[in-house]
């Protein structure tokens, strides 16, 4: 454990091998957990300037807007860091139909493991991906 | 995005290059994002089989069971996937002194980012880490 940095108000974020750190994104409302992404300095930045959430894409290897297609952006309510500054928490007002994940749910986590398989524990879908996402 | 993972109900997790899984801890109770840690597919098999959260440390390169030392044991609700089903979303009934975090605070996010520095947004201490990590 870093004690120094656990105890301290200075901002000093831990970025991995990457230039990345993990974002967990939750409800600033009601605690929900929303998603999870990867966040480097650019996006941290822009986050903070726009007051929008922007991740970046491992996949793609761009900065991404949260929200850009489908009109589900996040406006943050505060950014919190952990105790060894290596993980982000965004704290967030989901705008547009409040669903954080492109399957149209509020939560991108909405399946449990249960014995080998998974399990549903909600399929309310707020908008429907093939219209979001259609080009 | 992974079409076909994120609407079945087969298991079929996905482990970075590293064969480790993030994994965000969140209180089964009122939804609190309490920490944040990777798992290996041992880790996941420990913790299922127990009960007990356990995670794999990247640091010393060893599987670690949360509260082995300070007491503040989790036990495990559900264990939850995302739609791309490489995140973990475990949701758990701390133990102990329902302190997650290493320095004696309910959850390991206690800071936010204000300017250039950090904030702290709780400071209270369920135990003295002196105390809860001395041999």
Known sequence: MAAKLDETTALNLKFDEHGLIPAIVTDAKDGTLLMFAFMNREAIDVTRETGHAHFYSRSRKVLWKKGETSGEIFAIASIMTDCDQD?????????????????????????????????????????????????
Chains 1, 2 share one sequence.
């Open 87 to 135: 993980v982000l928490q965004l704290k967030v007002t989901p705008e547009g139909q409040g669903a954080a994940c492109h399957t149209g749910r509020k939560s991108c986590f909405y399946r449990k493991i249960a014995g080998g398989k998974l399990e549903f524990t909600d399929n309310e879908k707020l908008f429907d991906p093939a219209v979001a996402y259609r080009k």
